[in-house]
């Protein structure tokens, strides 16, 4: 069965950086993309990014646009998410989530941007 | 980008039919058929309920529906239970730069 499975809980300072991890197993994983969405405590949902497992192309959310990055490792399935310059509205609940859309090629993608499997879910908590 | 619109709450009695609604515009929800949802109870991560506007995952209950008109795309819950009781969330592509929006999301209550 598919299974992704994240990193414990971290707590950071303001202006350090977090890495998160997400492992994948049950599926082939570079046939999808995983994307990264957060939840700050009481509030919905934000998508961060995607990145495809495939080939390792990224889109970022325009408000993390330099402070994200996502990168895996095919020889693990394992899929990370690195937050750098930590504020104190970062503090949320991270998720990682197998994406439908597996790559993107000249313009185009590939799937129908939804996000069947999440992760357990990583707090990340900043606070000096 | 803007979070879409969805009511902050919704509620019905056991059996009812309730239905959730989703407002974006027409760089999103209007000008594509990439509208899911997700359903998330306390404490968990969120489920996908319906993608691509009116597909079921396998394993989901036929009780749950979508549909789209226009720049508002809906989700149907019919004979509603106990254990829908939750948070319910709807995200579509756009094509703006971030290239996912969530929405609001809405706390449903079953009476």
């Known amino acids: 069965q598919v299974q992704l499975v994240q990193s414990g809980a971290e707590v950071k300072k303001p202006g350090a950086s977090v890495k998160v991890s997400c492992k994948a197993s049950g599926y082939t994983f570079t046939s999808y993309g995983i994307s990264w969405v957060r939840q700050a405590p009481g509030q919905g949902l934000e998508w961060m990014g995607w990145i495809s497992a495939y080939n390792g192309n990224t889109n970022y959310a325009q408000k993390l646009q330099g402070r994200v990055t996502m990168t895996t490792d095919t020889s693990t399935s394992t899929a990370y998410m690195e937050l750098r310059s930590l504020r104190s509205d970062d503090t949320a609940v991270y998720y990682c989530a197998r994406d439908s859309v597996g790559y993107c090629s000249g313009g185009s993608c590939y799937g129908e941007y939804y996000f069947d499997y999440w992760g357990q879910g990583t707090l990340v908590t900043v606070s000096s | 980008q803007s979070a879409l619109t969805q009511p902050a709450s919704v509620s019905g009695s056991p059996g009812q039919s309730i239905t959730i609604s989703c407002t974006g515009t027409s760089s999103d929800v209007g000008g594509y058929n990439y509208v899911s949802w997700y359903q998330q109870h306390p404490g968990k991560a969120p489920k996908l309920m319906i993608y691509?506007?009116?597909n079921r995952p396998s394993g989901v209950s036929n009780r749950f529906s979508g549909s789209k008109s226009g720049n508002t795309a809906s989700l149907t819950i019919s004979g509603l239970q106990a254990e829908d009781e939750a948070d319910y969330y709807c995200s579509s592509y756009t094509s703006s730069s971030t290239r996912n929006v969530f929405g609001t999301g809405t706390k449903v209550t079953v009476l």
């Open positions: 691509e506007v009116s």
